[in-house]
Structure formats: structure tokens, C-alpha cells
């Protein structure tokens, strides 16, 4: 049986968690996230196959309760405004990792709170995601990694760290954009704005990247640090 993975950007992928929904591996819940026994915390992958399969339409994943909208209720910026639906435009995970948190930070930065990189809340809120996952489960050099992660250190870093360090382990903000870590950085300064801080934005102002240099003088003007 010939195998053929769906990765060319001319044909393009399919919708992995409906397709995955319809052929009876989980199902998609209201936070549009994909489930099964062992919660969200899944990957997906499409193969194309040259033989017809027999689809299976009935997951054995238990249904969200019709009346439960925890995932709605807790979302940040409202952009689980109904169930399977989202404005990605607001959704935090895009705003910190796809989008530009520099152009729309008057708007949702506030919102954002301290999360540097993609949000959980709508997956961590889940009464399905509940004790799924254990503390024996392992981040490969996390405790390396986290000797280099505070907001401090974030905007102070150099851009070769950002791009060979941070990159490999958290992938959605590609080397080309690892600007954004400082961007986001900053604004989570401004939400959680500690004294400490001030000397670490105002040298972002001069940082090599113009994208960072606007934030932290909107940073600076946000918090009338002048």
C-alpha cells in the first residue's frame, strides 16, 4: 500500500480534526479543540493512501455537556464568543505567535495578561482535560531552558539564542520572527509592571529590531515612565 504524506503546500491539508472526528478517533469540542480519552493534548497527521477505507462516524468520546460553556466563559479576549467557532484575529495563542502583537496592542494587550507565547486557558479550564496529564511526563532541557526564560532576559537576549535555542523547542514563532518573543515580553511587562523592569525597556528602545523599539516605547509611554 502506497503512503504519502500531505505536506506539499500545493495540495494543501485537510481539516486533520474533523477528518480525524469522522473517522472515529475523538471528536472536536466547543473550545475547537480536537479530544480524545487522554484529552487535547494530541498531534495530528494526514496520509494520503491509494486503497478505500470504511469511515467510522461514531467516536466513543463522551459529548461536552450541552450546557457547559467554561471554555467561552474563560477566554481572555472573547474570541470563544460560541461553541466551535473563533476569531483567530483575537485569540491569543495567534496574537503571540502568528499575528503581530506590536500592531494590535492597544487593542488586545491588556487581555493578553503575562502569556508570552500561545495561550492554554480554553484546554486548561476543560473539565476534560483534567488530571490527564502527569508530572512523570518530561520536556526534554527544560530545566536548562529555564534558567534563560524570565521577561528580563527575554528582551535582553541576544537574537542568535532566540533563534538556535528557544525555536527548536517552541516552534510556532519562527527564526525569522523571534522578534515577537521580545514584543510579547514587553507587553506582559506592562501587565505585571514591576520596577525591576524599567531599565530592561528602555534599552529595548535602541534593540536592532524596529518592531521591538515601538513596543517599548508605547511601553514606556503606557506606563509614564518618562
Same mark, same amino acid.
Request: proline letters at 5%; charged letters at 25%; glycine letters at 6%.
Given at each position: ?103 494590535? +496592542?492597544? *487593542?488586545?494587550? #491588556? =487581555? ?5 507565547? @500561545? ?21 526534554p532541557g527544560l ?17 542568535g539564542f532566540l ?35 524599567r531599565e530592561c ?9 524596529? +518592531?521591538? *523599539?515601538?513596543? #517599548? =516605547? ?5 506606563? @509614564?515612565?518618562?
Amino acid at each position: 500500500m502506497d503512503l504519502t504524506p500531505l505536506q506539499s503546500e500545493n495540495s494543501g491539508l485537510p481539516a486533520l480534526r474533523w477528518a480525524a472526528s469522522e473517522a472515529g478517533l475523538g471528536l472536536v469540542r466547543k473550545n475547537n479543540f480536537f479530544y480524545r480519552d487522554s484529552g487535547s493534548w494530541v498531534s495530528l497527521e494526514a496520509w494520503l493512501i491509494d486503497r478505500e477505507l470504511e469511515a467510522i462516524e461514531k467516536p466513543t468520546v463522551k459529548p461536552c455537556p450541552e450546557g457547559c460553556i467554561l471554555c467561552m466563559k474563560h477566554c481572555p479576549t472573547s474570541s470563544l464568543s460560541q461553541a466551535y467557532t473563533m476569531n483567530p484575529l483575537s485569540c491569543i495563542s495567534f496574537q503571540t505567535t502568528f499575528g503581530d502583537l506590536s500592531v494590535s +496592542k492597544d *487593542r488586545f494587550g #491588556a =487581555q493578553i495578561g503575562n502569556w508570552v507565547y @500561545g495561550c492554554d486557558v480554553c484546554q486548561d479550564i476543560c473539565p476534560f482535560n483534567k488530571n490527564v496529564r502527569t508530572a512523570a511526563e518530561e520536556f526534554p532541557g527544560l530545566a536548562e531552558l529555564g534558567r534563560h526564560i524570565s521577561l528580563e532576559k527575554i528582551v535582553s537576549a541576544d537574537y542568535g539564542f532566540l533563534e538556535n535555542t528557544l525555536c527548536p523547542k517552541f516552534w510556532y514563532i519562527r527564526q525569522n520572527d523571534v522578534w515577537k518573543w521580545k514584543v510579547n515580553a514587553i507587553n506582559a511587562m506592562v501587565n505585571k509592571y514591576k520596577d525591576e523592569y524599567r531599565e530592561c525597556i528602555f534599552k529595548a528602545r535602541v534593540d536592532t529590531q524596529p +518592531k521591538v *523599539r515601538e513596543m #517599548a =516605547q508605547w511601553a514606556v509611554g503606557k506606563l @509614564g515612565l518618562l
